[in-house]
């Protein structure tokens, strides 16, 4: 059964580093790509960027600058870090697999002082 | 990057009757590779988006035949033939064909 699950912080300060863990079940990271998409009220669904099965990444331009994405295959783990966070990144951080054909439920995400 | 335009912004539709939403790209969504990477997705509501369709007309495991996909180019559309309550939520395309991927800013379905 695939599963992903999103694990944040739930409140970050403003200029800070986001970071967020999702972890995965009933499959192998090095088989699939794996995806970051946002949820924001401002802009609604963006894609931010994947891993891919070598490892290697691609990011949205939008937020190249200050985002990256690892992943450690011997946990079932990949990670998002996003530094230098502003109000309008407040929103739900999601991971999806490969064509986004499976989801995690979401890590939602304050950004406030 | 692609703009992707959906229509309506939302619908409003009886239980058993047909509904069709409109996605329109701003470039060719076809690939190098010569496929069209389109999906379509729905989030009910407190939920997190689910794939119905994927390469413009293939419907994702479970996801019932009254949903139905079609389109090429830049121009696609989802049909659903029989509304049923659970329906309901937003649905958005998506292309993953070109850098940055993008969605649309969704049509929320709702009941009449």
């Known amino acids: 059964q695939v599963q992903l699950k999103e694990t944040g912080p739930g409140l970050v300060q403003p200029t800070q580093t986001l970071s967020i863990t999702c972890t995965v079940s009933?499959?192998?990271?090095?088989?699939?790509?794996m995806q970051w998409v946002r949820q924001t009220p401002g802009k609604g669904l963006e894609w931010m960027g994947f891993i891919r099965s070598g490892g290697s990444t691609e990011y949205n331009s939008e937020f190249k600058s200050r985002l990256s994405i690892s992943r450690d295959t011997s946990k079932n783990q990949v990670f998002l870090k996003m530094n230098s966070l502003k109000t309008e990144d407040t929103g739900v951080y999601y991971c999806?697999?490969?064509?986004?054909?499976?989801w995690g439920q979401g890590a939602s995400v304050t950004v406030s002082s | 990057d692609v703009v992707m335009t959906q229509t309506p912004v939302s619908l409003s539709v009886a239980i058993g009757q047909p509904a069709s939403i409109s996605c329109k790209s701003s470039?060719?969504?076809?690939?190098?590779?010569?496929?069209?990477?389109l999906n379509w997705l729905l989030q009910r509501p407190g939920q997190s988006p689910k794939r119905l369709i994927y390469?413009?007309?293939k419907l994702d495991s479970g996801i019932p035949d009254r949903f139905s996909g079609s389109g090429s180019e830049t121009d696609f559309t989802l049909k659903i033939s029989r509304v049923e309550a659970d329906d309901l939520g937003v649905y958005y395309c998506?292309?993953?064909?070109?850098?940055?991927?993008?969605f649309g800013a969704g049509t929320k379905l709702e009941l009449k």
């Open positions: 470039q060719s969504l076809v690939g190098t590779s010569g496929k069209t990477y």
């Open positions: 009933g499959f192998s990271l090095t088989s699939y790509y």
């Open positions: 999806a697999r490969d064509g986004m054909d499976a």
């Open positions: 390469l413009v007309s």
């Open positions: 998506l292309q993953g064909t070109h850098f940055p991927y993008t």
